[in-house]
């Protein structure tokens, strides 16, 4: 829904998966499933986020069209900052925050 494609996955396919990395433009984003052993929680079994991802897009509201048209759960619609940023904000399938966003072209 957010635009990255799999560079890969250990395991290939099915969960836990244990070590991913995700490729969006020329950035590279690693992660994996929390398991009970690891020590860490999603936020939806805590009940908060302790942080949030940024991502810098060429086009927030085709992004969001986009991540829209695949199911995403969006947390605030595309708007303008007053710090001269225009962005949206998401949640991913284990609640993880996401912000979206790109300068204003002035």
């Known amino acids: ?54 991502v810098e897009v060429e086009d927030v509201d085709l992004h969001y069209a986009r991540a829209i048209a695949a199911g995403a759960e969006v947390v605030a619609s595309p708007a303008d900052t007053d710090f001269g940023m225009r962005e949206y904000h998401a949640r991913d399938l284990e609640g993880h925050p996401w912000i979206f966003t790109a300068p204003l072209r002035r």
């Open 1 to 54: 829904a957010f635009g990255f494609s799999l560079w890969f996955s250990v395991p290939e396919t099915g969960a836990p998966v244990r070590h991913a990395r995700l490729r969006f433009g020329d950035a590279v984003v690693m992660l994996g499933t929390t398991r009970a052993d690891d020590g860490m929680a999603t936020p939806r079994t805590l009940g908060a986020a302790t942080q949030a991802l940024v």
